[in-house]
C-alpha cells in the first residue's frame, strides 16, 4: 500500500456488451470497485446496451454534476479507429463531434481493442475537437484479462501523478514491459 498522495480523478465509465448471452457477467465493474475500494477512487458506471443511451449518457457527462470526475472510460468492443454499440460502430469522429469542445482538463480512454490502431490525424483531430487532455487506449487485440489488470494500474498512475508530462515520461520509460506488450498509446496534443 501508498501513502502517496491520492488526486481526484475519478471516473465515468460507459461500458458496452462483451457477450450476447443476457446471463453473462462480464464487466470491468469489478476493477473499479478495486479502485474505489483500495484507492478511494469514485466512478460512474452505465451500461449502454444501444447508441441513444450511449450518445445520452455522453450528454450527461459534459454536465457540471460530472465536472469531479476527469477521466471518460470507454469499455467496449472496438475496431480500427471507432468501437461498437449495439453490433453497429461510432468512430472517433463522431464521438468528438458529440462531445464538441466539451472535455477541457478530461482525459480519455477506450479499453477496447484496436480503436487506437488510426492515424495520427484522426487522433489529434479528436485531442482539437473535444479539447481533451489526452486520450489513451490499444491499438490491438488485448486478452481480457491483461488489459483489466494494465487498466487497474493505469487508472492508479493517472491518481498518483499530478502532471501528465511526468504520467507520459513513466508509461513511456523502457521498466514499462506491458505497456508494450499491450501496444498501448497515449496520445498528447501538439
Known sequence: ??????????????????????????????MLELLRTFKGVKYVYHKCDTKDEFYKRLQQFTKGTYKNYPILYF??????????VENQYITLKDIATALEGKLANKIVHFGSCYTMRTSEKNIHNFITTTNCQFISGYRKFVDY??????????????????????????????????????????????
Open 75 to 84: 469499455a467496449f468492443h472496438g475496431k480500427p479507429n471507432r468501437i461498437e
Open 145 to 190: 484479462i491483461e488489459a483489466c489488470a494494465f487498466e487497474l494500474l493505469y487508472f492508479d498512475l493517472l491518481q498518483e501523478f499530478t502532471s501528465v508530462g511526468k504520467l507520459h515520461r513513466k508509461l513511456d520509460s523502457g521498466d514499462n514491459n506491458l505497456n508494450h506488450k499491450l501496444k498501448f498509446k497515449l496520445c498528447f496534443p501538439l
Open 1 to 30: 500500500m501508498s501513502d502517496t498522495k491520492t488526486y481526484e480523478r475519478n471516473i465515468y465509465c460507459l461500458e458496452g456488451n462483451w457477450n450476447k448471452n443476457p446471463r453473462s457477467h462480464q464487466s470491468i465493474k469489478p
